[in-house]
């Protein structure tokens, strides 16, 4: 179980989203962690610790920041196991899902083999699947939708976490336009005169919070991407392209505590200028990101590129993919070939068939 901690900062800071870097060190049975803050508005700061043995556990934020409403608190836990009952009516219970050490499957943390089986809702955390009603353009409520989806047997989505562009140009998919919002129109980030991705919209992810919370409580691992290949970001000022990297923190942060698939960005068509600008901002994402460039419980990272990720992604160095994939370049049956061909790669990765046809 999610384990939040909230923290009221003392100090005004003028963009608390990047000025503040306040994290805790959670130690247990399991090792030791380092949890990012999410900054949730105003003066306050939200941390989501989870378990992964049981145990006492505890957790301090330390000496970090020099704001005496974010230091040196302090705190701890004990996690009980679940019971065998209790993994079974929900996997999530078994672990983090991880690569397996044959190096070509998944599985959660206990052992037990994770075969992802997923639908693509791409714009799932906005109004278009709407919380508890179907009047979002997709005419079923989320609830409805995961229900729907887990009786036949899937066990994950495949969602973009934010669409930032969405209502200010029409990024992607004209039926949807200006609908890529939380249900209270809330933007992921600010708009004045364009996107301003140094600023945070804390609305919009209390917004989609109910969703991945449900999901989890389903049994779900959501394929979590960060933003669409058409989102300017890469040409933005180096303010913005450095608040990339915070934006990634900010996701493992807020839903890290989940169980999740991660990629680094929805990058499956346009030019090799634009594969390589992307691959220079997650490479340096990567870099200053905490945790050997992962989430905080090291949940596993791909990438949705054109065609197969062996062609670019996966040769960049450092390694920053755990899955190799395949997307729907061509729309036709030639990824499977891709897929046989990186199966059974001299160093291979488990690879992921994002939108097969």
């Known amino acids: 179980e999610v384990v939040e901690e909230t923290f009221h900062a003392d100090k005004t800071y003028v963009n608390p989203y990047v000025d503040v870097d306040l994290w805790v060190d959670l130690t247990g049975p399991g090792g030791t962690y380092k949890i990012p803050a999410i900054w949730d508005g105003g003066n306050t700061f939200r941390v989501r610790?989870?378990?992964?043995?049981?145990?006492?556990?505890?957790?301090?934020?330390?000496?970090?920041?020099?704001?005496?409403?974010?230091?040196?608190?302090?705190?701890?836990?004990?996690?009980?196991?679940?019971?065998?009952?209790?993994?079974?009516?929900?996997?999530?219970?078994?672990?983090?899902v991880r690569v397996a050490k044959n190096g070509r499957t998944l599985q959660y943390a206990d052992g037990?083999?994770?075969?992802?089986?997923?639908?693509?809702?791409?714009?799932?955390?906005?109004?278009?699947?709407?919380w508890g009603t179907d009047e979002g353009v997709s005419k079923i409520s989320f609830q409805d939708a995961i229900a729907l989806r887990k009786a036949q047997g899937f066990n994950g989505i495949n969602i973009i976490a934010c669409?930032?562009?969405?209502?200010?140009?029409?990024?992607?998919?004209?039926?949807?336009?200006?609908?890529?919002?939380?249900?209270?129109?809330?933007?992921?980030?600010?708009?004045?005169?364009?996107?301003?991705?140094?600023?945070?919209?804390?609305?919009?992810?209390?917004h989609a919070d109910r969703k991945m919370k449900h999901m989890s409580e389903e049994g779900f691992v959501p394929f979590l991407e960060t933003v669409r290949r058409h989102e300017e970001w890469p040409t933005e000022n180096e303010a913005e392209k450095e608040a990339f990297t915070t934006y990634i923190r900010y996701l493992g942060a807020r839903w890290g505590c989940y169980?999740?698939?991660?990629?680094?960005?929805?990058?499956?068509?346009?030019?090799?200028?634009?594969?390589?600008?992307?691959?220079?901002?997650?490479?340096?994402?990567?870099?200053?990101?905490?945790?050997?460039?992962?989430?905080?419980?090291?949940?596993?990272?791909?990438?949705?590129?054109?065609g197969a990720s062996d062609k670019y992604w996966y040769t960049l160095s450092p390694r920053i993919l755990d899955i190799n994939s395949v997307s729907n370049q061509g729309r036709d049956g030639e990824c499977i070939g891709w897929l046989r061909e990186m199966f059974f790669l001299d160093d291979p990765l488990p690879v992921y068939n994002l939108e097969p046809y």
């Open 163 to 206: 669409f930032p562009s969405d209502t200010e140009k029409g990024i992607w998919d004209k039926a949807s336009h200006g609908e890529k919002v939380a249900e209270d129109g809330s933007t992921p980030f600010k708009i004045n005169g364009g996107v301003d991705y140094t600023r945070m919209n804390p609305k919009y992810w209390q």
């Open 112 to 130: 037990t083999p994770f075969f992802y089986t997923g639908d693509t809702w791409w714009s799932a955390l906005t109004k278009v699947y709407a």
């Open 259 to 306: 169980n999740l698939i991660f990629s680094w960005v929805h990058a499956d068509a346009g030019s090799d200028e634009l594969q390589r600008a992307w691959g220079a901002m997650v490479v340096k994402a990567h870099a200053e990101l905490d945790n050997d460039g992962r989430l905080p419980y090291g949940q596993p990272r791909t990438v949705m590129c054109p």
């Open 49 to 96: 610790l989870v378990a992964t043995e049981p145990g006492k556990w505890t957790w301090s934020s330390g000496r970090k920041t020099g704001d005496s409403g974010l230091d040196r608190k302090t705190g701890s836990f004990t996690a009980v196991a679940w019971t065998e009952a209790e993994k079974k009516a929900n996997p999530n219970r078994r672990g983090i």
